[in-house]
């Protein structure tokens, strides 16, 4: 979270005065927020959700991915990148990340099998992935792009917010991101025609509340929908991102640019597009990185426990599903899908890991703290 206040408790207490909290029987706090969101991402439709996972599993479901289908993950995300491909019940396809800490285009196009129905580049920590390039491949390798922005609201890409690249975006506005409302997400899109789709994904009844529609045929789902105080919450928190973002770029570009030549590491770098959520260096070897996180203190990324595949404990033991019968790995369709995974399987995954340390920016720090910070850096990388 970066930062929640009085002005959220004010939009929540007209919510609650206003006795409408359902998002259709209010103003509607939530269709402002998707049409406001959508204006700021610059994409024609947004859909709001109940958390990141609930936008990823919709976005699958409505480009049809289901039993028989392969989607490639990459080795370092949060498993929800991976879970809800068995949602749908599809096979996730484990695939190793490059120096940019997202997903290797050529491990994509290496990936790419007969099953091969979709990809999920993403965001991590705020970092562009190399959208152009894993762009390149999808077309020529014909696979779908469902693009995790779930760590990247307020990032952009060569001109384009992420999340608006693939051929469907993912958000998540739980605790720990960017924009925050507790919990949330939205799933966002160009292509109007799978807007009824992601509709439906995220509420089978709605047709309830908003009428039913003779030209289109809904399917069962899971209700993912938010209440008007999530609406409420995030259209404060939309407000509030633009300056956070730039506040956090600023830092992060005075941090690379004064300790440049002294941190004998190579920078992880895309500061014309990324949030600027954090500072990251990777060493030559995993003991340079420990050592040197320990004196900051920072994060060497691969003991971030849930964002490695090694952590995917259910996946990992094709855990797929809370019934046997219901567990896409045994699926008789899925047979013939890529389903072996061992924690050594993405070794080159692990070591950028083990190598790559990150120090973490606030739109909160003062200049004088960011000042320190630059000071424990530089000592740090002296005594290595």
């Not at 749908?88 to 396809?93: D, N, Q, S």
């Not at 958000?171 to 925050?180: E, G, P």
């Not at 004064?258 to 014309?272: F, I, K, M, Q």
């Not at 920016?361 to 990388?381: M, Q, V, Y």
């Amino acid at each position: 979270m970066l930062r929640i206040g009085e002005e959220e408790v004010k939009a929540v207490r007209r919510v609650v005065n206003s006795g409408m909290p359902f998002r259709y029987r209010g103003g509607s706090e939530c269709a402002r927020f998707e049409e406001r969101y959508g204006k700021y991402l610059g994409v024609k439709h947004v859909v709001q959700t109940s958390s990141g996972t609930a936008a990823l599993t919709a976005a699958l479901m409505a480009l049809e991915i289901g039993p028989g289908d392969e989607v490639l993950v990459p080795a370092h995300t949060f498993m929800a990148s991976a879970t809800c491909v068995l949602a749908v019940g599809a096979i996730p396809v484990i695939v190793d990340i490059d120096e940019s800490i997202g997903i290797d285009p050529d491990a994509i196009d290496d990936a790419v099998g007969p099953r091969t129905r979709a990809v999920i580049p993403c965001h991590m920590w705020g970092l562009a992935c190399d959208m152009r390039r894993i762009m390149r491949v999808a077309r020529k390798r014909k696979v779908l792009v469902v693009e995790d922005a779930c760590q990247a609201a307020g990032g952009g890409y060569e001109g384009k917010m992420l999340g608006t690249i693939g051929d469907v975006g993912a958000f998540s506005f739980n605790y720990y991101k960017n924009m925050t409302c507790g919990e949330g997400g939205a799933v966002v899109t160009n292509r109007k025609k799978l807007l009824r789709r992601l509709l439906c994904a995220i509420d089978g009844a709605r047709f309830y509340w908003t009428g039913r529609e003779k030209d289109f045929r809904g399917f069962l789902c899971n209700t993912s929908r938010p209440s008007e105080f999530e609406g409420a919450i995030l259209n404060v928190q939309l407000t509030r991102l633009p300056a956070l973002i730039r506040k956090m770029r600023r830092q992060k570009k005075r941090i690379l640019k004064e300790t440049a030549g002294v941190v004998r590491a190579a920078p992880v770098n895309s500061l014309d597009y990324e949030c600027g959520q954090a500072v990251m260096f990777q060493f030559d070897t995993p003991k340079r990185a420990e050592r040197f996180a320990e004196q900051i203190p920072a994060t060497v990324l691969s003991k971030t426990g849930r964002h490695v595949y090694t952590e995917w404990d259910p996946i990992l033991a094709h855990r797929g599903a809370h019934h046997p019968a219901l567990n896409p790995y045994n699926l008789p369709q899925n047979k013939k899908c890529r389903r072996r995974y061992s924690r050594g399987m993405c070794k080159r995954s692990l070591d950028i890991l083990n190598r790559t340390v990150s120090i973490g920016t606030s739109p909160d720090h003062k200049a004088k703290d960011t000042t320190a910070l630059i000071r424990k850096i530089k000592r740090a990388a002296e005594r290595l």
